[in-house]
T-cell receptor, first 112, second 112 residues
Framework: GDSVTQMEGPVTLSEEAFLTINCTYTATGYPSLFWYVQYPGEGLQLLLKATKADDKGSNKGFEATYRKETTSFHLEKGSVQVSDSAVYFCALSVRPGNQFYFGTGTSLTVIP | SQTIHQWPATLVQPVGSPLSLECTVEGTSNPNLYWYRQAAGRGLQLLFYSVGIGQISSEVPQNLSASRPQDRQFILSSKKLLLSDSGFYLC???????????FGPGTRLLVL
Protein backbone atom coordinates (compact mmCIF):
# COMPACT_ATOMS: atom_id res chain seq x y z
CA GLY A 1 0.00 0.00 0.00
CA ASP A 2 0.90 3.66 0.04
CA SER A 3 3.34 4.69 2.73
CA VAL A 4 6.09 7.05 3.75
CA THR A 5 9.34 6.09 5.43
CA GLN A 6 11.10 8.84 7.26
CA MET A 7 14.50 9.16 8.83
CA GLU A 8 14.33 8.44 12.53
CA GLY A 9 15.41 10.98 15.05
CA PRO A 10 16.01 12.72 17.21
CA VAL A 11 18.41 14.95 15.34
CA THR A 12 20.52 17.52 17.17
CA LEU A 13 22.45 20.15 15.24
CA SER A 14 24.37 23.29 16.04
CA GLU A 15 23.09 26.58 14.73
CA GLU A 16 24.08 27.24 11.10
CA ALA A 17 24.67 23.55 10.39
CA PHE A 18 23.33 21.86 7.26
CA LEU A 19 20.18 19.81 7.65
CA THR A 20 18.98 16.78 5.73
CA ILE A 21 15.98 14.71 6.75
CA ASN A 22 15.44 11.72 4.49
CA CYS A 23 12.03 10.67 3.24
CA THR A 24 11.14 7.92 0.79
CA TYR A 25 7.72 6.86 -0.34
CA THR A 26 5.78 3.97 -1.80
CA ALA A 27 2.72 4.77 -3.87
CA THR A 28 0.66 2.97 -6.48
CA GLY A 29 -0.11 6.14 -8.42
CA TYR A 30 1.39 9.58 -8.67
CA PRO A 31 1.23 11.17 -5.26
CA SER A 32 1.71 14.72 -4.12
CA LEU A 33 4.41 15.07 -1.48
CA PHE A 34 4.52 17.31 1.55
CA TRP A 35 6.60 18.33 4.50
CA TYR A 36 4.73 19.44 7.63
CA VAL A 37 6.25 20.99 10.72
CA GLN A 38 5.00 20.86 14.30
CA TYR A 39 6.51 23.44 16.64
CA PRO A 40 6.43 22.70 20.37
CA GLY A 41 2.90 22.88 21.75
CA GLU A 42 1.32 23.60 18.37
CA GLY A 43 -0.55 21.75 15.64
CA LEU A 44 0.84 20.78 12.26
CA GLN A 45 1.58 23.39 9.62
CA LEU A 46 2.40 22.90 5.98
CA LEU A 47 6.05 23.70 5.31
CA LEU A 48 6.29 22.91 1.59
CA LYS A 49 4.88 20.65 -1.09
CA ALA A 50 5.48 19.28 -4.58
CA THR A 51 2.80 17.88 -6.81
CA LYS A 52 4.77 16.22 -9.63
CA ALA A 53 8.14 14.71 -10.40
CA ASP A 54 11.13 17.08 -10.42
CA ASP A 55 9.13 19.82 -8.68
CA LYS A 56 11.00 21.59 -5.90
CA GLY A 57 9.08 22.87 -2.91
CA SER A 58 10.63 25.62 -0.83
CA ASN A 59 9.73 27.77 2.16
CA LYS A 60 11.59 29.51 4.99
CA GLY A 61 14.94 28.34 3.60
CA PHE A 62 13.84 24.69 3.46
CA GLU A 63 13.80 22.80 0.16
CA ALA A 64 12.75 19.39 -1.05
CA THR A 65 12.75 17.92 -4.57
CA TYR A 66 10.28 15.30 -5.76
CA ARG A 67 12.51 12.51 -7.14
CA LYS A 68 10.48 9.88 -8.90
CA GLU A 69 13.50 7.76 -9.87
CA THR A 70 14.53 7.33 -6.24
CA THR A 71 11.00 7.77 -4.78
CA SER A 72 12.38 10.36 -2.40
CA PHE A 73 11.52 13.79 -1.04
CA HIS A 74 14.39 14.70 1.26
CA LEU A 75 14.15 17.91 3.28
CA GLU A 76 17.20 20.21 3.32
CA LYS A 77 18.22 23.51 4.78
CA GLY A 78 21.59 25.11 4.38
CA SER A 79 21.82 26.84 7.75
CA VAL A 80 19.47 25.92 10.58
CA GLN A 81 18.41 28.24 13.37
CA VAL A 82 17.31 27.60 16.92
CA SER A 83 13.78 28.53 15.86
CA ASP A 84 13.75 25.55 13.46
CA SER A 85 13.58 23.18 16.42
CA ALA A 86 10.41 21.17 15.81
CA VAL A 87 9.10 17.82 14.63
CA TYR A 88 9.07 17.39 10.85
CA PHE A 89 6.67 15.06 9.07
CA CYS A 90 6.92 13.83 5.51
CA ALA A 91 3.57 13.00 3.92
CA LEU A 92 1.98 11.95 0.66
CA SER A 93 -1.51 12.27 -0.68
CA VAL A 94 -3.19 10.12 -3.27
CA ARG A 95 -6.51 10.22 -5.03
CA PRO A 96 -9.36 9.55 -4.60
CA GLY A 97 -10.43 11.31 -1.45
CA ASN A 98 -7.04 12.84 -0.86
CA GLN A 99 -6.15 10.46 1.91
CA PHE A 100 -2.86 11.42 3.45
CA TYR A 101 -0.13 9.17 4.79
CA PHE A 102 2.39 10.58 7.20
CA GLY A 103 5.82 9.46 8.23
CA THR A 104 6.52 8.93 11.92
CA GLY A 105 8.12 12.34 12.29
CA THR A 106 11.70 13.47 12.94
CA SER A 107 12.43 15.60 15.96
CA LEU A 108 15.01 18.31 15.32
CA THR A 109 16.74 20.27 18.07
CA VAL A 110 19.03 23.13 17.12
CA ILE A 111 21.42 24.30 19.81
CA PRO A 112 23.08 27.73 19.89
CA SER B 1 -11.37 32.51 5.20
CA GLN B 2 -11.55 28.92 6.32
CA THR B 3 -11.19 27.89 9.92
CA ILE B 4 -11.33 24.58 11.71
CA HIS B 5 -12.42 24.08 15.30
CA GLN B 6 -11.92 21.18 17.64
CA TRP B 7 -13.23 20.66 21.13
CA PRO B 8 -12.57 20.04 23.80
CA ALA B 9 -8.92 21.10 23.86
CA THR B 10 -8.08 18.74 26.70
CA LEU B 11 -9.96 15.77 28.10
CA VAL B 12 -9.28 13.35 30.94
CA GLN B 13 -11.50 10.27 30.94
CA PRO B 14 -11.57 7.00 32.90
CA VAL B 15 -11.08 3.67 31.17
CA GLY B 16 -14.39 2.29 29.92
CA SER B 17 -16.08 5.66 29.56
CA PRO B 18 -17.49 6.92 26.24
CA LEU B 19 -15.85 9.53 24.04
CA SER B 20 -17.08 12.18 21.68
CA LEU B 21 -14.72 14.64 20.00
CA GLU B 22 -16.10 17.20 17.63
CA CYS B 23 -14.57 18.97 14.66
CA THR B 24 -16.21 21.65 12.56
CA VAL B 25 -15.00 23.54 9.54
CA GLU B 26 -16.09 27.00 8.46
CA GLY B 27 -15.70 28.83 5.19
CA THR B 28 -15.68 25.91 2.77
CA SER B 29 -18.16 23.45 1.31
CA ASN B 30 -17.90 19.70 0.83
CA PRO B 31 -14.43 19.33 2.31
CA ASN B 32 -12.65 16.06 2.80
CA LEU B 33 -12.31 15.52 6.55
CA TYR B 34 -9.79 13.49 8.51
CA TRP B 35 -9.11 12.26 12.01
CA TYR B 36 -5.53 11.55 13.07
CA ARG B 37 -3.99 10.38 16.31
CA GLN B 38 -0.55 11.38 17.41
CA ALA B 39 0.61 9.07 20.17
CA ALA B 40 3.79 9.69 22.09
CA GLY B 41 6.75 8.32 20.15
CA ARG B 42 4.54 6.88 17.42
CA GLY B 43 4.11 9.67 14.90
CA LEU B 44 0.90 10.61 13.16
CA GLN B 45 -1.63 7.93 12.31
CA LEU B 46 -4.63 8.39 10.01
CA LEU B 47 -7.74 6.98 11.71
CA PHE B 48 -10.66 7.97 9.48
CA TYR B 49 -11.40 10.09 6.46
CA SER B 50 -14.62 11.24 4.85
CA VAL B 51 -15.32 12.57 1.38
CA GLY B 52 -18.96 13.45 2.09
CA ILE B 53 -21.88 13.30 4.51
CA GLY B 54 -22.30 9.80 5.87
CA GLN B 55 -19.22 8.51 4.03
CA ILE B 56 -16.54 7.23 6.37
CA SER B 57 -13.43 5.22 5.56
CA SER B 58 -11.48 3.57 8.35
CA GLU B 59 -7.75 3.19 8.03
CA VAL B 60 -7.09 1.34 11.26
CA PRO B 61 -9.46 -1.13 12.95
CA GLN B 62 -9.94 -0.28 16.63
CA ASN B 63 -12.56 0.65 19.17
CA LEU B 64 -13.04 4.13 17.71
CA SER B 65 -15.67 5.22 15.20
CA ALA B 66 -16.37 8.35 13.21
CA SER B 67 -19.47 10.01 11.87
CA ARG B 68 -20.21 12.92 9.59
CA PRO B 69 -23.76 14.07 10.28
CA GLN B 70 -23.33 17.37 8.44
CA ASP B 71 -21.15 18.60 5.60
CA ARG B 72 -18.71 20.42 7.85
CA GLN B 73 -18.95 18.37 11.03
CA PHE B 74 -16.85 15.33 11.85
CA ILE B 75 -17.19 13.43 15.11
CA LEU B 76 -14.85 10.87 16.64
CA SER B 77 -16.45 8.50 19.14
CA SER B 78 -15.86 5.51 21.33
CA LYS B 79 -18.26 3.47 23.45
CA LYS B 80 -15.54 2.34 25.86
CA LEU B 81 -12.15 4.00 26.07
CA LEU B 82 -8.95 2.02 26.52
CA LEU B 83 -5.72 3.21 28.09
CA SER B 84 -4.11 2.95 24.66
CA ASP B 85 -6.55 5.56 23.32
CA SER B 86 -4.59 8.29 25.06
CA GLY B 87 -3.00 10.68 22.63
CA PHE B 88 -3.32 13.89 20.69
CA TYR B 89 -6.22 13.83 18.21
CA LEU B 90 -6.08 16.06 15.19
CA CYS B 91 -8.85 16.88 12.76
CA UNK B 92 -7.98 18.14 9.30
CA UNK B 93 -9.70 19.17 6.09
CA UNK B 94 -8.82 19.46 2.43
CA UNK B 95 -10.60 20.09 -0.87
CA UNK B 96 -10.69 17.76 -3.84
CA UNK B 97 -7.42 17.57 -5.72
CA UNK B 98 -3.75 17.32 -4.68
CA UNK B 99 -4.22 20.03 -2.11
CA UNK B 100 -2.88 20.72 1.29
CA UNK B 101 -4.50 19.53 4.47
CA UNK B 102 -5.29 22.09 7.13
CA PHE B 103 -5.15 20.96 10.71
CA GLY B 104 -7.19 21.91 13.73
CA PRO B 105 -5.62 22.77 17.08
CA GLY B 106 -6.07 19.22 18.37
CA THR B 107 -7.55 17.56 21.44
CA ARG B 108 -5.29 16.05 24.04
CA LEU B 109 -6.94 12.94 25.53
CA LEU B 110 -5.68 11.21 28.64
CA VAL B 111 -7.33 7.95 29.60
CA LEU B 112 -6.72 6.90 33.18
Amino acid sequence: GDSVTQMEGPVTLSEEAFLTINCTYTATGYPSLFWYVQYPGEGLQLLLKATKADDKGSNKGFEATYRKETTSFHLEKGSVQVSDSAVYFCALSVRPGNQFYFGTGTSLTVIP
Amino acid sequence: SQTIHQWPATLVQPVGSPLSLECTVEGTSNPNLYWYRQAAGRGLQLLFYSVGIGQISSEVPQNLSASRPQDRQFILSSKKLLLSDSGFYLCAWSVTGPETQYFGPGTRLLVL
